[in-house]
């Protein structure tokens, strides 16, 4: 377990060896997030909001000292997957009850902020880019879970 949880966060935060001239790649929140996928619900948990929060920190820490656009564009691959993954989702599932209309509500919420994200009006810059990674990595783990529990691949 020591090693699989060694071997995400290796996965996320390996670069190759650049000059410091050199532009650092976009971490790969995505499959950082897939990685943790057959993890225990416990450190699944645990895991993705360490793969939301450490890509963003150094995509921040990159923006500042270097002035790239690492954390709009790490914003932007949230964005992409997450249509990508609305996209090969069913509209409903079967059954009714809470399980169904959760998943409904969750595809629905999703697809809204996709168009607008109301939690980050009026923010401008940094701050916005910020609200609107976190607000969609929120979302990204939601679609995630419930593609998982309901048997749908997620890739």
Same mark, same amino acid.
């Given at each position: 377990?020591?090693?699989?949880?060694?071997?995400?966060?290796?996965?996320?935060? /390996?670069?190759?060896? =650049? =000059?410091?001239? &050199?532009?650092?790649?976009?971490?790969?929140?995505?499959?950082?997030?897939? /990685?943790?996928?057959?993890?225990?619900?416990?450190? @699944?948990?645990?895991?993705?909001? #360490?793969?939301?929060?450490?890509?963003?920190?150094?995509?921040?820490?990159?923006?500042?000292? &270097? %002035?790239?656009?690492?954390?709009?564009?790490?914003?932007? &691959?949230? #964005?992409?997957?997450?249509?990508?993954?609305?996209?090969?989702?069913?509209?409903?599932? $079967? !059954?009714? !009850?809470?399980? /169904? @209309? %959760?998943?409904? #509500?969750?595809?629905?919420?999703? #697809?809204?902020?996709? &168009?607008?994200?109301?939690?980050?009006?009026?923010?401008?810059?940094?701050?916005?880019?910020?609200? $609107?990674?976190?607000?969609?990595?929120? @979302?990204?783990? $939601?679609?995630?879970?419930?593609? @998982?529990?309901?048997?749908?691949?997620?890739?």
């Amino acid at each position: 377990m020591k090693s699989f949880l060694i071997a995400c966060f290796a996965l996320l935060l /390996a670069t190759p060896a =650049a =000059a410091q001239s &050199e532009t650092q790649p976009v971490p790969n929140m995505t499959q950082c997030l897939l /990685a943790v996928q057959t993890l225990d619900q416990r450190y @699944r948990d645990w895991m993705q909001i #360490r793969c939301l929060s450490t890509a963003g920190d150094i995509c921040i820490a990159q923006d500042n000292a &270097e %002035g790239t656009s690492c954390l709009s564009d790490l914003a932007s &691959e949230t #964005r992409a997957f997450t249509m990508s993954l609305l996209n090969s989702l069913p509209d409903e599932i $079967e !059954g009714n !009850g809470f399980q /169904a @209309r %959760g998943y409904a #509500r969750s595809l629905q919420t999703a #697809r809204d902020m996709l &168009e607008n994200i109301p939690e980050c009006v009026g923010m401008t810059g940094q701050d916005q880019t910020i609200c $609107e990674y976190i607000q969609l990595g929120t @979302r990204l783990t $939601e679609l995630i879970y419930h593609a @998982r529990e309901n048997g749908f691949p997620v890739n």
